[in-house]
Nanobody, 116 residues
Framework: QVQLVESGGGLVQAGGSLRLSCAAS????????MGWYRQAPGKQRELVAV???????NYINSVKGRFTISRDNAKNTVYLQMNSLEREDTAVYYC??????????WGQGTQVTVSS
């Protein structure tokens, strides 16, 4: 069982920045991939960014060039640096971990609200 705890959400003006953190209860080097999803009101949850055990990253088009996912294996923590935030980025952001046999684990979510 993997426990994930997110932090760093909040209210920010458009154009501002936030950094989300996701602390895992186990050594994240043993996890195949970790990612950030988000769910806006009335919309489906979508994958925003993912980072593999090998350090490869991938992003949805709408955040490319603005968001950066990274990991600190020594701290068992994954980050999502969000710059140039837009109103459309408003959502609950969830941390996700997937192990080698496909089990997925979720954090409780953290709210990000971008005001105009």
């Amino acid at each position: 069982q993997v426990q994930l705890v997110e932090s760093g959400g909040g209210l920010v003006q458009a154009g501002g920045s936030l950094r989300l953190s996701c602390a895992a209860s186990i050594n994240i080097f043993s996890i195949n991939a970790m990612g950030w999803y988000r769910q806006a009101p009335g919309k489906q949850r979508e994958l925003v960014a993912v980072i593999t055990r090998g350090g490869n990253t991938n992003y949805i088009n709408s955040v490319k060039g603005r968001f950066t996912i990274s990991r600190d294996n020594a701290k068992n923590t994954v980050y999502l640096q969000m710059n140039s935030l837009e109103r459309e980025d408003t959502a609950v952001y969830y941390c996700n971990a997937q192990n080698s046999i496909g089990n997925m684990y979720w954090g409780q979510g953290t709210q990000v609200t971008v005001s105009s």
